[in-house]
C-alpha cells in the first residue's frame, strides 16, 4: 500500500545489510505500511549499490518520503555524518550514503545509524522491551552487534558505537577477530565463523537430513537445520556460540545493570540450541544479586525489525537520535 497523496504521517526506512536491502513504510505508530526487499549484488562497485537503493525505493515515494528518511546500515561507518563502509559490501568504503540521499530528498531529515542500533531501538520502541528503562538489543548474524537503551534512552556513545557488544572479549586464547583482537564474541559466535569452526570439527553440512546424500552449503542456517537433526558437532558449535553468548551478556549487564537483554538476527532463530547454552553460562557469570533479574528474550520483531528501527531514528527522536553537538 502506498499512501495517497498528501499523506505526511510516515517515514521512508531502509535496512541495508550484506545480504539484503530492504525498505518500507512506516507510519507514526511503528507499522510498517508496505515493504520490499532485493537481494545486495555481490560484489558490486558503488555505483551499482546505490542504483540498486535508488530501484528499490524509488516505487515507494512516489509520494514523497514524508516526514523524513531513517536508515540502518551495516558498520562501520561515521556516524552522524552517515558515511558508511560496510565490511561486506567493499564496493561503499566512505560512501556519503546520508549525503546523497538528503540530496535526493532535500527538505526532510535523513538519518543513519548502525543496523544493530537500530535493531535495538525497534525492540525497545514497538517489541520486546516496550516498557522497559534499561536494555541491549543484540543481533547474531553475519556479524554481532548491539545497541544500549540506558533510562529509555537510546546511548550512542561520541562516535555512535555504544552497544558493540560483539568486540567483548570472551575468550583471550580463542579466535582472531576481524577487528584485529582475539577472542571477541564475534569472533567466536558470528554465523560465518561457528560454521568455519564446526568445518574444522569435522562437519559435513547436512549430512544428518535423510535424502541429501550430498553435502550442502556451510552456512549458519545449514548448522542449526543440523544441530536440530541430531548432528553431535553442530550440536557442539551451537553450545559453543551460546556459551559465549552468555558470557558476554554477564559482563554487560555487571557493566550496566540491565533487565533485558533481546538478540535477533538469523542465529537467534536456533531457538533452545542457542538460548539454553547461554541462559547456562548466564546464570554461571552473573553472580551479582542485582545482576539475577536479567531476561534474555528473543527479538519480537521479526525480518521487519530493521525497518521499526530506522523508522525510530525519525519518528522518536527524543529516544533514539541525539546527535553529538
Request: proline content about 8%; hydrophobic content about 45%.
Amino acid at each position: 500500500m502506498i499512501p495517497p497523496a498528501g499523506a505526511s504521517g510516515f517515514v521512508l526506512a531502509i535496512d541495508i545489510g550484506g545480504t539484503k536491502f530492504a525498505a518500507g513504510l512506516v507510519d507514526a505508530s511503528g507499522q510498517v505500511l508496505t515493504a520490499e526487499r532485493v537481494a545486495t549484488p555481490p560484489g558490486a562497485k558503488a555505483h551499482t549499490l546505490w542504483k540498486t537503493l535508488l530501484t528499490l525505493i524509488e516505487p515507494l515515494v512516489v509520494n514523497g518520503p514524508g516526514l523524513g528518511v531513517g536508515v540502518g546500515c551495516g558498520g562501520p561507518m561515521r556516524w552522524p555524518e552517515g558515511v558508511v563502509s560496510p565490511l561486506n559490501m567493499p564496493g561503499w568504503r566512505d560512501f556519503p550514503l546520508r549525503a546523497a540521499l538528503a540530496e535526493r530528498f532535500p527538505g526532510v531529515p535523513v538519518r543513519v545509524h548502525n543496523d544493530a542500533i537500530c535493531l535495538a531501538a525497534a525492540e525497545h520502541w514497538r517489541g520486546a522491551g516496550q516498557g522497559v528503562r534499561d536494555m541491549l538489543g543484540m543481533v547474531v548474524s553475519t556479524g554481532v552487534g548491539g545497541g544500549l537503551i540506558l533510562g529509555n534512552r537510546l546511548v550512542n556513545g561520541p562516535t555512535g558505537n555504544a552497544g558493540h557488544i560483539g568486540h567483548i572479549i570472551v575468550d583471550p586464547d580463542g579466535p582472531e577477530c576481524g577487528c584485529g583482537g582475539r577472542g571477541c564474541l564475534e569472533a567466536v559466535s558470528r554465523g560465518p565463523a561457528l560454521a568455519a569452526w564446526a568445518l574444522g570439527q569435522g562437519w559435513t553440512p547436512g549430512s544428518s537430513e535423510p535424502g541429501h546424500p550430498e553435502a550442502e552449503e556451510a552456512s549458519a542456517r545449514q548448522l542449526a537445520a543440523d544441530a536440530a537433526s541430531g548432528d553431535e558437532i553442530a550440536e557442539r558449535a551451537m553450545t559453543r556460540a551460546g556459551h559465549a553468548l552468555g558470557i558476554a551478556v554477564a559482563s554487560a549487564t555487571h557493566l550496566c545493570d540491565l533487565d533485558l537483554v533481546t538478540i535477533g538476527g538469523g542465529l537467534s532463530q536456533a531457538g533452545p540450541l542457542l538460548f539454553t547454552p547461554l541462559e547456562e553460562a548466564l546464570r554461571t557469570h552473573a553472580r551479582m544479586p542485582f545482576s539475577r533479574r536479567l531476561r534474555v528474550l528473543p527479538a519480537a520483531l521479526g525480518q521487519q525489525a530493521g525497518l521499526v528501527g530506522a523508522a525510530a531514528l525519525i519518528l522518536a527522536p527524543d529516544r533514539y537520535w541525539t546527535a553529538p553537538v
